[in-house]
C-alpha cells in the first residue's frame, strides 16, 4: 500500500481517510498496514529504541466490571 | 524596533547578544524577557506581519502512517506571532509524574525536576492570562478531576507587537528564512539567513535560540546538520525521533442513572484523569478523560441499547429521561503518547521554494496508545457503576475492534519532541539547558525538547521552559561578561 501523502488538500485528505477507514474496517491493524518498510527497518536498526511495553491483553483494571455488547456494567446490574 | 531588512541592521554593524529565530509563543516570551533584562536581541521570523500563501506553503509536508493528522500546513502558522495566531488557549501545567518514568522500557523522564518547571508557573500564568489553577480534586482512590486553565487566547504578536516596535532593544526582522549555520570550533558564528529581498545574508550573535515551532525545529537542524557535515549537531542519533503527538479521540458516552456529581466548566466540559500511583501502578501513561454533555438524542438512543443488556437499569435510566434530566454524556480523552524512535521527522526528497527540503512526518499509533485510555476509562467505569451515577458504553475500537478511527479527531496539533531534551547525547538532542549537546552557543525553545508530554496542552509548559531559558541565556552572558539588567517578566497586561 501507497500510503505517502502528497499535497494535501481537503478532498485528497477525505480521500485518505476513506482509504483508512477501509483499512480500519478490514480488521487489519492499522499500524502493521500503514508501516512503510523504511519505518520499519529505522525502528529495528536505531541504537536508542525502546521495547513496547506491555501489550493489550493487560489492560484489564477493573476486575468488578462485566463486559457486555460494549457496556462496562456493575456485576450486580440486571 | 522593526527593521525592513537585515541589509540595513549590515549597515548599523550591530552584533546582538542573542539571535532568536522564530516568533511564536517560545521565541517571542525569550527575546521579549531578554529585551526587558537589557539584552540586544534580533528576533528572525521567516513568515510575515500576517498569512500569506505563498510563506504558508513551505510548511506543506508528507505525512506517513496514520491514522492522518492534520495537514502540516494547516495545523500551524508561518507568521508573526506563529501558531499562536489560531491556537485556542487550552491550558494544563504538567503533572510532576509526567517527568518520571512511569513503565519500564519507556524512556519518558526529563532531566530536570518538576520544581524547575514550577517556579516559572507563575510569570508564565501571567503571560497568558490566566488565574492560579486549583488543585486536583480526588475521585476515589485512583482519579482525581484535573481543572483546565483558558487563555483568552493570548496572540503573541498581540501580546509583544508593539513592545518590539518601540523597544531599543529587540530588533524584529520580519520574512527571514534561517537556512543554515556556520560552526567552527564547536559554537555557531554565523545563521545564514534568506532575507525577504532573496539575499543570503550573515548574522552573527553570542547565543542563537532556535524557536521555530515542533516540526521545523527538527527540520532546520537536519538540514543545517548535513550541511555542515554534521558539526552541527555532533550527536545527531536522536535528532528528529521521539516526535509525539496527544491523541485525541472518542471512547464512547456515559449514561447516568443519578446527577453528575461534577460542575461542567466555562468550557462545557470535566476533566479525570489517573492519580500518579495509578499511573504507576497500571504501568500507563497519563491520560486526560474529557467529559461533555451529549448530543440531544444520543441518551434515548442509549437507554434503548442499555435495556437489551440490563433492563432494570434500563428501565431506571428512562424514568430519569422521562423527568427531563441530564442522562447523556460523551466521554472523550487525549493522552500521552510513549516517546517512539520511529515518530520522526526526516527530510523530504521535494523542496520547498527556497530548496529547502521539506518534512516526512512518521506517526504510528501502537498497542500502547490503546492501553492507557483503555485502563483509564476502565478505571472511572468502575468508580462510577460504584457509586450509581452511571454507565459507560464505550466505542467499538477501544475494546481493540479494529484501528483508530479515521475520521475522529485524532491530534491535538500538539507537536512535540524531535529534539528532545537528556543529559546522554545519544538520547537526546539538547542538554538539561537546553543547549544543543557539543555546541556551546546554540539553544532550542518550544515543544521539540520535550522528552515526554503527559496529556497536558503544550503551551503553558512552552512559556515556563521558555523563561527558564532566558533566565538561563542572561546568566551565561554574565559569565560571559556581558553587562545587563535584571531579568524582569512584563506581560503586556494592566496589573
Same mark, same amino acid.
Given at each position: ?21 477501509? *483499512? ?41 466490571? *462485566? ?12 | ?122 510569570? #508564565? ?65 554565523? #545563521? ?44 545527531? #542519533? ?55 454533555? #451529549? ?201
Amino acid at each position: 500500500m501507497n500510503n505517502k501523502k502528497t499535497s494535501p488538500s481537503g478532498p485528497a485528505l477525505a480521500g485518505r481517510r476513506r482509504l483508512l477507514g477501509v *483499512i480500519a474496517a478490514s480488521g487489519a491493524p492499522v499500524v502493521a498496514a500503514a508501516l512503510p518498510g523504511a519505518a520499519r527497518a529505522a525502528t529495528v536498526a536505531d541504537p536508542v529504541a525502546t521495547p513496547s511495553g506491555p501489550g493489550p491483553a493487560s489492560h484489564r483494571a477493573s476486575g468488578g466490571l *462485566i463486559h457486555r455488547e460494549g457496556w462496562l456494567l456493575a456485576r450486580s446490574d440486571r | 524596533m522593526l527593521v525592513d531588512s537585515l541589509g540595513a541592521l549590515d549597515a548599523r554593524s550591530r552584533r546582538h547578544e542573542v539571535c532568536v529565530i522564530g516568533s511564536g509563543p517560545a521565541g517571542a516570551t525569550i527575546a521579549h524577557a531578554l529585551g526587558q533584562a537589557g539584552l540586544s536581541v534580533l528576533l528572525l521570523e521567516a513568515g510575515e506581519e500576517s498569512w500569506n500563501e505563498a510563506s504558508q506553503a513551505v510548511y506543506e509536508g508528507d505525512f506517513y502512517g496514520g491514522p492522518p493528522l492534520l495537514p502540516m500546513s494547516v495545523s500551524r502558522l508561518r507568521q508573526f506571532g506563529g501558531s499562536s495566531n489560531h491556537w485556542g488557549g487550552w491550558c494544563r501545567p504538567l503533572d510532576p509524574v509526567d517527568l518520571d518514568n512511569k513503565v519500564d522500557g519507556i524512556d519518558a523522564a526529563w532531566p530536570i525536576e518538576p520544581a524547575e518547571l514550577e517556579r516559572w508557573l507563575e510569570p #508564565a500564568l501571567r503571560i497568558l492570562q490566566l488565574p492560579e489553577f486549583p488543585s486536583p480534586v480526588e475521585f476515589g482512590d485512583s482519579l482525581r478531576q484535573v481543572p483546565f486553565g483558558y487563555s483568552p487566547p493570548v496572540n503573541f504578536a498581540t501580546l509583544y507587537g508593539e513592545d518590539f516596535r518601540r523597544s531599543e532593544r529587540v530588533d524584529l526582522a520580519l520574512g527571514c528564512y534561517v537556512t543554515g549555520f556556520d560552526v567552527e570550533a564547536g559554537r555557531v558564528v554565523h #545563521a545564514r539567513v534568506r532575507d525577504r529581498d532573496g539575499a543570503e545574508r550573515l548574522v552573527a550573535a553570542r547565543r542563537f535560540v532556535l524557536c521555530a515551532g515542533g516540526i521545523e525545529n527538527s527540520r532546520l537542524l537536519l538540514w543545517a546538520n548535513r550541511q555542515s557535515g554534521g558539526r552541527l549537531v555532533p550527536e545527531p #542519533a536522536a535528532l528528529g525521533r521521539y516526535w509525539m503527538e496527544h491523541p485525541h479521540f472518542t471512547l464512547g458516552h456515559i449514561l447516568l442513572e443519578d446527577d453528575f456529581p461534577f460542575e461542567f466548566d466555562s468550557h462545557g466540559a470535566v476533566f479525570i484523569a489517573p492519580t500518579a500511583a495509578t499511573i504507576r501502578e497500571h504501568r500507563i501513561l497519563n491520560c486526560g478523560l474529557r467529559i461533555h454533555p #451529549a448530543k440531544e438524542g444520543v441518551a434515548r438512543e442509549l437507554v434503548t441499547q442499555l435495556a437489551c443488556v440490563a433492563p432494570a437499569l434500563g428501565e431506571k435510566v428512562f424514568r430519569r429521561l422521562g423527568k427531563r434530566l441530564v442522562c447523556g454524556l460523551l466521554l472523550r480523552a487525549s493522552w500521552e503518547q510513549p516517546p517512539r524512535a520511529h515518530n520522526r521527522i526526516v527530510l523530504s526528497d521535494r523542496v520547498d521554494a527556497f530548496g529547502i527540503p521539506r518534512t516526512d512526518l512518521h506517526w504510528y499509533l501502537d498497542d500502547f496508545d490503546r492501553r492507557t485510555p483503555q485502563v483509564a476509562v476502565e478505571l472511572l467505569a468502575g468508580e462510577l457503576a460504584a457509586r450509581g451515577i452511571g454507565r459507560i458504553r464505550l466505542d467499538p475500537w477501544v475494546e481493540g475492534a479494529g484501528g483508530f478511527p479515521p475520521d475522529d479527531e485524532i491530534g491535538g496539533n500538539h507537536h512535540m519532541g524531535g529534539t528532545r531534551m537528556s543529559d546522554d547525547p545519544r538520547r537526546g538532542v539538547v542538554d538539561a539547558d537546553c543547549r544543543v549537546h557539543g555546541i556551546g552557543n546554540l539553544y532550542i525553545g518550544g515543544s521539540s525538547v520535550f522528552p515526554s508530554a503527559g496529556f497536558a496542552n503544550p503551551t503553558l509548559t512552552i512559556v515556563q521552559l521558555a523563561l527558564r531559558l532566558s533566565e538561563h541565556l542572561a546568566a551565561s552572558l554574565a559569565r560571559d561578561g556581558e553587562q545587563h539588567g535584571t531579568l524582569r517578566i512584563e506581560t503586556g497586561r494592566p496589573a
